[in-house]
Structures are given as C-alpha cells and as structure tokens.
C-alpha cells in the first residue's frame, strides 16, 4: 500500500511493494502517487461538489480558465465542430477563437438571442456545445429549451459554465449537461484569497479529462486551495442566500435611479418584495450590471473614481463590493460592443442598502 502523506502535504507517496507503486501508476487518477494527479485533499473537494452538480465526479484545476483550457483540449480533435454562444467569458472566447483554429477544430459562434434555434448550426461534425447563462456582462437567459433534444440523439457533448449560478442551485430539467464547470475563485472561494476551477462530469469523461487535460497540461490545484475551496463550499448556500436579500434593497434603489438608464440581471423582484421563479436557477446570486444614463466618458470615469465602498477590480465574490466598468474594454480592443456607461457589479458581503447609498453619493458627485 502506499504512505498516505495528507497531513504533510508532500508532493508524493511511497511504496512499500512494487506491486502497489505500479497499481498506483495504473489507476493515477484515483490514487494518489504524484500531487499533480489524485492528491488527497484536492479529491476531497472533488468528491464535495461533485453531487452538488448532479454528477458521478469531477476533477480540480489551477483556475477557471484551466479547467476551460481541459474541458476543450481533452476532448475536441482536429476536424471537430464546437458550438459556442456569443457572450461566454472573455477567455474562454479566446480559446475558441484564436487556439482552437490552430490546431484544426472548427468553431463557430452563435449569437445569443438565437440560441433557440441551435440546431440550425449543428453540423456532421458538431462534437460539443458549450454555453454559459446567463451571458457575460449582460447576464441574459439563453434559450435552452431546444439544447438537449438537438444533442442527446446525436452524441454530442454539452458544457455549461455555471459560475454565476455557483453549485446546487441549477434545476434539475435544467443540469442535463454532462460537464459543468466552475471558477471556483469567485463564489466558492468567497473572499478572494484562492484560486481555483473544477470540471464535474461522468467518471468516463472524468478519466479523459484527467488525462489529457489534467496531467498533461499541468494546471493543478493545490492542497492548500483546496482546503478553503471546502471551507468555502461548506458555507456558499447560506452566503448566497443572505446576499440574495440584500440585493433586493439594490434592485428596488436601481429601479428607482433616473440616473441609471437600465440594470441587467437574470431575476425578477414582484410587488411581495420576493423573487419570481427564474427558468434555470433555485435561488438568486449577488452579480448585476447597470447602465448609466450618461454617455459622458468624464463623467463616467468620475462617477467610478467618487465610489467610497465599492471598488473596482476584475472578478467577484470576494467579501467585499466591487465594480468593473465597461469603458475599460476599450483599452484591451474588445470585439464585442459594451455601452461606455455599463458597469457590472458584484454586491460582495455588503448590505444592499450600503451599496445603494455608495451608488447614489457617487452620481451625486458627477
């Protein structure tokens, strides 16, 4: 048998017969012989949230895009068609539209307000769809109702990224999806202090995936972000739903604003104060974007710059508010079109009606 190391947390086991070191070799993915495969705390947190997401098992990555990187290049091949809708996430778009081409995969996007009508794009060729709802920035439910009925009898595979709606909260008509993926950095992390992504799937797909996305690219999480991503997966529902409340004294202010032209965010609060049945997802999560009636680029950066508890920077789910407006994409020569006055917004820990005040003092300044 080998030396379980856990609670030293070496990189490596040791083996008493060579009988075992070469079972450990055989059957890598399940035990543990190199801290890059199946170390023990890391396929703690696999085993956690596997069947939160409905699903036989998963595998653990570096990061969120790391887990994209795997999901894609493990199991598409030259000559292969994929499927992506048009606002995924940034990188994730990179992949599709500038790596994948490279090495032969033909890809093509769907506009998102077409994505009912997916199998008018299926090709001989189509070997996966993958999709993430709601979008990127904008944060619109893609159709879904057509999705699985398209790619079921023909073999072909579907992914979600579901970070925004974060694990155990996709209804179960919805999670027909043989692989979900997470960035575990955001909302099940919960305080940004680690980093992480994490494919759940079947076992078979599981095996390739470690395979030739996993130990052969290399992107692994550690021992130690594992232990907060547990931690973190232990207390997300009830964050989750306590930010839910607080984003009702968000929406109701927003809605109030003439200073903000439009909000965006998938659910809908009734005349009862409460949230109406949203068509994917159990239970709301605290990441929105709204438009500012001013098209002014001064006065944009100012209304960012006047913020006091809102902060800006890239991600979200960490404890604390913060903002990432849209003008900053110009910098980078997005493709896609964002307003200049968009901002999107992550709600943090906060108390809604803090943020709200934060947003109001902060129009009064411009």
């Not at 009862?272 to 500012?292: I, M, Q, R, T």
């Not at 508890?309 to 964002?338: C, N, Q, T, W």
Request: hydrophobic letters at 35%; proline letters at 4%.
């Amino acid at each position: 048998m080998s030396e379980n190391l856990q609670t030293s947390e070496s990189v490596k086991s040791y083996f008493a017969t060579t009988d075992d070191f070469a079972g450990a070799m055989k059957n890598d993915d399940k035990i543990f012989l190199y801290a890059r495969g199946s170390e023990p705390t890391v396929e703690k947190f696999n085993q956690m949230i596997a069947p939160l997401e409905g699903k036989e098992s998963a595998v653990s990555f570096a990061s969120g895009s790391g887990a994209i990187a795997a999901s894609l290049l493990s199991l598409l091949k030259s000559g292969d068609h994929v499927l992506y809708n048009q606002r995924c996430y940034s990188w994730a778009r990179h992949l599709f539209k500038n790596h994948l081409l490279r090495f032969g995969i033909e890809c093509t996007e769907v506009p998102d307000d077409d994505f009912e009508n997916i199998i008018s794009y299926i090709k001989p060729n189509t070997k996966m769809i993958y999709v993430e709802t709601p979008t990127y920035y904008f944060f619109k439910d893609l159709n879904l109702t057509n999705l699985f009925s398209a790619t079921k009898p023909k073999g072909i595979l579907t992914v979600i990224d579901n970070t925004y709606h974060g694990p155990h909260n996709l209804k179960p008509e919805i999670n027909q999806f043989d692989i979900v993926l997470h960035s575990t950095t955001k909302m099940i992390c919960g305080d940004g202090t680690a980093m992480g992504g994490v494919i759940c799937t079947s076992h078979a797909l599981r095996k390739k995936i470690f395979t030739d996305g996993l130990m052969s690219l290399g992107s692994v999480m550690t021992p130690a972000t594992a232990r907060k991503m547990i931690k973190g997966l232990t207390t997300y529902k009830d964050r989750t739903l306590k930010i839910a409340d607080e984003m009702k004294a968000l929406i109701t202010y927003l809605k109030s604003e003439s200073r903000i032209k439009r909000f965006y965010y998938p659910w809908q609060l009734n005349e009862k104060n409460e949230w109406d049945s949203h068509p994917h997802a159990k239970f709301p999560v605290g990441l929105l974007s709204f438009e500012l009636a001013t098209q002014d680029d001064v006065k944009i950066k100012k209304f960012c710059e006047s913020l006091k508890r809102i902060r800006m920077g890239v991600s979200y789910g960490s404890k604390e508010a913060l903002l990432m407006p849209s003008l900053i994409f110009a910098a980078k020569g997005s493709d896609l079109h964002f307003p200049s006055g968009m901002c999107r917004l992550s709600i943090g820990e906060e108390k809604g009606h803090a943020v709200a005040e934060d947003i109001k003092q902060a129009l009064d300044q411009c």
